[in-house]
Each structure stands twice: as C-alpha cells, then as structure tokens.
T-cell receptor, first 113, second 114 residues
Framework: GAVVSQHPSWVICKSGTSVKIECRSL??????MFWYRQFPKQSLMLMAT?????????EQGVEKDKFLINHASLTLSTLTVTSAHPEDSSFYIC?????????FGPGTRLTVL | GENVEQHPSTLSVQEGDSAVIKCTYS??????FPWYKQELGKRPQLIID?????GEKKDQRIAVTLNKTAKHFSLHITETQPEDSAVYFC?????????????FGKGITLSVRP
C-alpha cells in the first residue's frame, strides 16, 4: 500500500511558540491530503483538506490563522500550529487517498507546556 | 453534512467469542464505508471496507454488512483473540474522488479477555 510519513513523531514546546508538522507521501503523489486532530480517547476530527497549489479548505470551527497549512508540492503538506497553547496538545494525523483507500501517517504527538 | 453514530462505546468479549460493532450514517449519498483499527498511540489501520454496491464482504475472521435502506453497517469479528483488543472506528464518505472526506464514528474500545 501507499506510505505516508510524518515528522516529527512527537514534539514538546512552550506556550506561545509555533510548531511545524510535515506530512509526506513517500511512494505516490497526493494532490489532496487531510489533517486530523485526535484528543485522548476521542475520534479523529477532520481539521482541513490540503490542496496542492491552492488554499486549504478548513472545517467549521477550525481557525485558519492558527493552523496554517501549506501544500507546496505533490508529496509534502505542512501544518503549522501558531502560538500554541496547552489546549492545542493533541495527536495530529495526516492522510491521503489512493485508489479510494485512505492511508494515514503515523501521527505527531504535540504537547504544549 | 454526514453524521456517523457508533455504538456501543465499549465492548468486552471472551476470547473465541464473536464481536459485533454497529454504525449508522445520515447521508444517503454516502457510498464508501471503511473500518479502522487503532492501537494506542498508533495510526488507524484499515481492516475492511465496503462499497454501496454490495451488502456483505468477508475477509477471514472479519466481515462487514451494509443495509443501505436502514443506513447502517456492522463489523463482525469471529473467533476473537487478545490481539484484536483495540479501538475500532467506522467511517463513511461519498467516494467521489481524492478529496472526498471521511466522517468517523466516535470509536469503540474492544477488549478481548484471555
């Protein structure tokens, strides 16, 4: 199957700093990638759809100025959490669809102190 | 938009027994229904999926059934094993292309007692 990687796998930062998470499709090109957030013992909530070469589409209630998404190439999408606060601590997972099946990255555990 | 309900939220079974997890969806245009298994701290892994042109699909100990009229679909695991213990998510989407979105249920924690 298709392989999606994420970097870093975990990050700890101070409140007020920004954190960038990378999502890469390793063996395929992805014009569209999805970013999810998952709080402990909860489901995956779609934050935004990342589109190569154009603006991301954000879900209702997700602040586009706080969660900056850049999809500059067919194999890389980045999510930047700006001015992170403790309530942003979560598991962030990206995914891409190939031939109808959605492949997930391994996730990034963000802890904001 | 789509709304996916999943129940129960927890399920405990004895090793060797069967487990059934049920989901309902609201969007009659949804036509793709995957099931994911997620272990603690790991990514969701697709275990089986079904499209609306079939009513049942089976892969070894795992099967999924779909009732489009009632808008519900179920995951059946037979001969459960301790390694089946995990969180299971159902999801639904309109499979209209690479940018079609998945809506997930809340997940169920399955515990298989040795």
């Amino acid at each position: 199957g298709a392989v999606v990687s994420q970097h870093p796998s975990w990050v700890i930062c101070k409140s007020g700093t920004s954190v960038k998470i990378e999502c890469r499709s390793l063996d395929f090109q992805a014009t569209t990638m999805f970013w999810y957030r998952q709080f402990p013992k909860q489901s995956l909530m779609l934050m935004a759809t990342s589109n190569e070469g154009s603006k991301a589409t954000y879900e209702q209630g997700v602040e586009k100025d706080k969660f900056l998404i850049n999809h500059a190439s067919l194999t890389l999408s980045t999510l930047t959490v700006t001015s992170a606060h403790p309530e942003d601590s979560s598991f962030y997972i990206c995914s891409a669809r190939v031939s109808g099946e959605q492949f997930f990255g391994p996730g990034t555990r963000l802890t904001v102190l | 938009g789509e709304n996916v309900e999943q129940h129960p939220s927890t399920l405990s079974v004895q090793e060797g027994d069967s487990a059934v997890i049920k989901c309902t969806y609201s969007d009659s245009a949804s036509n793709y229904f995957p099931w994911y298994k997620q272990e603690l701290g790991k990514r969701p892994q697709l275990i089986i999926d079904i499209r609306s042109n079939v009513g049942e699909k089976k892969d070894q100990r795992i099967a999924v059934t779909l009732n489009k009229t009632a808008k519900h679909f179920s995951l059946h695991i037979t001969e459960t094993q301790p390694e089946d213990s995990a969180v299971y998510f159902c999801a639904a989407s309109r499979e209209s292309g690479a940018n079609s979105k998945l809506t997930f249920g809340k997940g169920i924690t399955l515990s298989v007692r040795p």
